[in-house]
């Protein structure tokens, strides 16, 4: 396998130079040469991290804006539901009220119901006793008619009848 010649002549000069032995000008110009390359590397390494860095820092910094919106909706979200559940407890309270009411109001139509079907009744049972005595009276007047003329006809009887005395008290 062969090595290429500047990694050879590398490896050379890195062991004579490990020996204490003095390093060529042309190895000392290759050294700076990739020394300055790798320090413009790290350079735009660097730049581009100190980019990245600068846009996550803003990436960051929108999140917490963000976050802090959210937050603040949340907060009033949370107060408005607190709200909304103390309206809802106090509706919930008028309902049961009303609901109270109606059911004494059904109880009273109900009763009122009942009473106005008794009168109904009653005055039924009125009725039809009222006709029973209009009709016991017209049986009590036909009868007083019949025993008025019965009287009327006995006493014309007895006073055509020639035995029939009158006595005058004096």
């Known amino acids: 396998m062969d090595i290429p010649q500047e990694i050879d002549d590398y490896i050379k ?23 300055l390359e790798a320090q413009n590397q790290l350079r735009d390494r660097c730049l581009h991290l100190h980019s990245k860095l600068k846009q996550k820092d803003e990436i960051i910094e929108r999140t917490r804006a963000e976050a802090s919106m959210n937050a603040l909706a949340l907060k009033k979200f949370v107060e408005e539901n607190q709200k909304l559940a103390l309206e809802c407890a106090n509706l919930l309270s008028q309902c049961s009220k009303w609901e109270k009411e109606c059911s004494l109001y059904d109880h009273d139509r109900e009763a009122l119901m009942d009473f106005g079907n008794e009168a109904d009744e009653r005055a039924k049972e009125a009725e039809m006793r009222v006709r029973e005595l209009e009709e016991e009276l017209r049986r009590s007047v036909d009868e ?12 014309i009887r007895e006073l055509s009848n020639p035995h029939h005395i009158l006595i005058f008290k004096t």
């Open 13 to 35: 000069e890195s062991i004579q130079y490990s020996l204490g032995l003095p390093v060529s000008a042309q190895t000392l110009e290759s050294k700076l040469q990739a020394s």
């Open 144 to 155: 007083l008619r019949f025993y008025k003329h019965e009287y009327e006809l006995r006493a």
